[in-house]
């Protein structure tokens, strides 16, 4: 047996241990005053040295179910009565499918049951009711209600802008976490966000078709107009299409304007006319993707959930999608893969991450980190690669080998997003304010709908700029 896996045994027993005493106590199988079997019985039991017992011991000792007497043994003091913390923690509901959130769950509550930890998600009434996420987070946060926020990098941006850190616990990093994530969650040099998991946008397309119609499958050399003429071919009318993504998506869409390479602040900081300029051209594509019914459909979508939904039904053959909406197909027969996003002019995608923050105004402050910490421990973050698609914010746990079992329904590419991390862009390099992503995407609507012309968009987008003082 190597080094590595005797430890991992080891380990593996001592938490047996702790774990059948703490369910011991709580169920009554050991009372207030009754005594734990003795080091040298337990060591024998769960063949542990005394040392490791008494480190085992430790644990329900900080954990306030036993005290040790010099000399005489471990003596239980709480019993199953005792009352539990309750930590409550907001999310939306794509949680519970991205990470097998219950799962993790069940998980904690085995080892930690002095902590109950209630999810309260986005379609809880009187939650996010009529106010923007951030906000129903500043108010939560502020009345203390929830102890705990899921969010992604878009969200933490606009908290920031919005001075809301203030609210926030600042994190220490997790060596073990992907550095870049780390940098995403981080506000004049202060990290606020334990990153979970990670994605970055990537061409998700069905191999049947593709071999049905005798194409090559993508890779890392396609630029937009090799995907335009896939789809073509790949497009039999009023059966299938060839391309599509959720359009209106904060998560799709600013992909286009990032291939530019350009941001929205130019001439040293100043906005200027956007017409001629590279992210002109990134607004042009996207738009004249979504209007070309000869390879993509006028299906209205309501979420990206949709999308998913097009692709398992055989409608469509590429899509723009996440490693977290590949859970969508992950229980499906559905022969696919993945490939970079086709590019303009240098090879660039979109970089989305989930993680959480603690409310600094929390009753319950220590066993809410406690749950944050569990989120990006190694066991959590194994069983979120075991059990979903996703991609856990470990580099271990990311990139170690596929599970052999459940066999989920993984592309053959999963490693992709290894090789492509160079590639990666943020929301916030576009330099426009977070909090105006919404106005801006109406524009640009309008815009790929035919309503206002060029000169009409970078007038109204520096006119955004300036009134937002960004100038």
Request: charged share 25%; glycine share 6%.
């Amino acid at each position: 047996m190597s080094e590595k896996a005797s430890r991992k045994t080891f380990r593996a027993r001592l938490q047996t241990m702790v774990q059948q005493l703490r369910s011991g106590i709580i169920e009554g199988t050991y009372s207030i005053g009754d005594y734990l079997p003795a080091e040298s019985t337990l060591a024998e039991q769960f063949q542990l040295s005394n040392n490791s017992v008494r480190k085992g011991l430790e644990v329900l000792v900080d954990e306030g179910f036993i005290v040790k007497i010099d000399k005489v043994g471990s003596r239980v003091i709480k019993s199953a009565e005792r009352e539990r913390i309750t930590v409550t923690v907001g999310c939306m509901p794509s949680i519970t499918r991205d990470l097998e959130f219950m799962r993790l769950l069940d998980d904690f509550h085995a080892l930690h049951p002095a902590v109950a930890v209630k999810p309260v998600t986005g379609t809880a009434s009187g939650l996010f009711t009529s106010r923007t996420y951030i906000e129903s987070i500043r108010e939560q946060m502020e009345s203390g209600s929830i102890d705990i926020f899921t969010l992604n990098n878009m969200n933490f941006n606009e908290l920031a802008e919005s001075g809301y850190t203030g609210l926030l616990e600042e994190q220490q990093a997790n060596a073990g976490i992907y550095p870049f994530l780390n940098e995403a969650f981080t506000a004049d040099g202060t990290l606020y966000v334990q990153p979970v998991t990670f994605s970055p946008v990537v061409l998700c397309y069905n191999r049947t078709h593709f071999g049905e119609a005798k194409l090559l499958e993508p890779d890392s050399g396609w630029k937009w107009n090799d995907l335009v003429q896939a789809a073509a071919r790949l497009t039999v009318p009023g059966q299938k299409h060839g391309f599509y993504f959720y359009q209106v998506s904060e998560n799709r869409w600013p992909l286009f304007l990032l291939q530019s390479g350009e941001s929205f602040l130019r001439d040293g900081g100043l906005p200027g006319d956007i017409r001629g300029t590279r992210l002109m051209e990134g607004i042009r594509l996207c738009g004249e993707l979504i209007r070309d019914r000869d390879i993509f459909p006028g299906y209205l979508s309501e979420s990206s959930t949709d999308a998913s939904r097009l692709f398992l039904e055989g409608k469509i053959s590429m899509m723009l999608a996440t490693y977290s909406s590949l859970n969508d197909l992950k229980h499906s027969g559905l022969d696919y893969d993945i490939s970079p996003v086709p590019y303009i002019h240098i090879p660039i995608t979109l970089l989305l991450s989930i993680g959480m923050i603690v409310n600094k105004r929390s009753k319950h402050k220590e066993a809410a980190r406690q749950f944050v910490d569990y989120m990006t421990s190694e066991r959590a973050q194994s069983l979120i690669r075991r059990h979903t698609v996703s991609i856990p914010a470990m580099k271990q746990a990311a990139e170690a080998p596929v599970p052999e079992e459940p066999r989920l329904n993984r592309p053959r590419h999963y490693s992709l997003f290894r090789e492509i991390i160079p590639s990666y862009r943020l929301h916030s390099e576009l330099h426009w304010p977070a909090r105006d992503f919404e106005p801006l995407r109406h524009l640009l609507k309008m815009f790929w709908s035919g309503l206002i012309d060029e000169h009409t968009l970078s007038e109204r987008i520096t006119s955004l700029l300036r009134k937002d003082g960004a100038c």
